[in-house]
């Protein structure tokens, strides 16, 4: 099948199988690896990103039920000058990654989090990126930063 993936601003036409999943249309047809493959099963979310604003696992998501959707990568946060997403900044400044495998989904699954309006406290923080698995333990870390990064966001 033949459709066109709005990502990060950008329209990619692709010509997909029916089953292929929006992670496997990021990593393998368009070089866009920020997502990872970690348990394939939609339980890590070392995959997240957003869709229209709202974070969804891409290991389980057919990458055609999300043409004409604003689709959000890692490697669309940034601003063109580089400038850093406050999150991003929030996670560099309060330590929130160790090995990194989990970053990216993590970053978006915390965008996400504030988007919804579920970090008004360290214990929502914590219940709604339960879904955000971390091998490395950064969660205290991952906590601050999202409560670094919130009022940042706002004024954005």
Known sequence: MTLTLRINGKAHPLTLAPRVTLLDALREHLALIGAKKGCDQGQCGACTVLIDGHRVL???????????????????LAGPDGALHPMQQAFLEQDAFQCGYCTPGQ??????????????????????????????????????????????????
């Open 58 to 76: 891409s290991c389980l998501t057919l990458a055609a039920t999300a043409e004409g959707r604003e689709i959000t990568t890692i490697e669309g």
């Open 107 to 156: 970053i978006l699954s915390a965008i996400g989090c504030v988007r919804e309006g579920h970090a008004e406290r360290p214990e929502d923080i914590r219940e709604y990126m339960s879904g955000n698995l971390c091998r490395c333990a950064a969660y205290p870390n991952i906590v601050a930063a999202i409560e670094q990064a919130k009022p940042r966001m706002e004024r954005a």
